[in-house]
């Protein structure tokens, strides 16, 4: 079955790019859509965009300036950055999959989740 | 922005039914999704399009959808539902993008 693993540093910087990465498992990044979401401690969660394993993106308008995702076929993978961070993007962040090839599907598989404090 | 209003908490005793709300406008002409999110766990999905069930999810746990508001039913309750329960719809008025509602709390009392 597929499973996801988010991975990246724990501590980013004020100002700085905070970078992940979603390794994929047990089944091909081709024909799906790829999220990365967010929650901030105690709160709701934040999509922050998605992919297609093409390389066809799309982002929260809220986040659209400060946000590149990426796709690695090669390696099975997807990342994303999130440019000069602050406080406010101190979260818990997921990627996930769709359920199938539509860019509405249901997130049917989520990653565990990496946590992400942005700190001096 | 489409904007998703779901309330905050909703308690309810063993065996009753709950009933997590979201609104939104003319919500009834998107697909909703719903998830179910325990402490320290990844969100999980028991309602998508409305008014379908991934496999393994309980017949208890079933979805509506008209008008302003869609509904995410629970029935005969148990210890173990207790969790955020989220609902989503993709936006594509003018941008492109997925809108989480806030998040219910559901306590079983």
């Known amino acids: 079955q597929v499973q996801l693993q988010e991975s990246g540093p724990g501590l980013v910087k004020p100002s700085e790019t905070l970078s992940l990465t979603c390794s994929v498992s047990g089944g091909s990044i081709s024909s799906y859509y790829w999220s990365w979401i967010r929650q901030p401690p105690g709160k709701g969660l934040e999509w922050i965009g998605n992919i297609y394993y093409s390389g066809r993106s799309n982002y929260n308008p809220s986040l659209h300036s400060r946000v590149t995702i990426s796709v690695d076929t090669s390696n099975n993978q997807f990342s994303l950055q999130l440019f000069s961070v602050t406080a406010a993007d101190t979260a818990l962040y997921y990627c996930?999959?769709?359920?199938?090839?539509?860019?509405?599907?249901?997130?049917?598989?989520w990653g565990q989740g990496t946590m992400v404090t942005v700190s001096s | 922005s489409y904007v998703l209003t779901q309330p905050p908490s909703v308690s309810v005793a063993p065996g009753q039914t709950a009933r997590i709300t979201c609104g939104g406008t003319?919500?009834?002409?998107?697909?909703v999704h719903w998830y179910q999110q325990k402490p320290g766990q990844a969100p999980v999905l028991v309602v998508y399009d409305d008014t379908d069930r991934p496999s393994g999810i309980p017949e208890r746990f079933s979805g509506s959808n008209s008008g302003n508001t869609a509904t995410l039913t629970i029935s005969r309750v148990e210890a173990g539902d207790e969790a955020d329960y989220h609902c989503?719809?993709?936006?594509?008025?003018?941008?492109?993008?997925?809108?989480f509602g806030g998040g219910t709390k559901l306590t079983v009392l």
């Open positions: 003319n919500i009834g002409s998107k697909s």
């Open positions: 989503q719809v993709w936006d594509n008025n003018n941008d492109h993008f997925w809108v």
């Open positions: 996930a999959r769709g359920m199938a090839a539509l860019v509405d599907d249901a997130f049917n598989i």
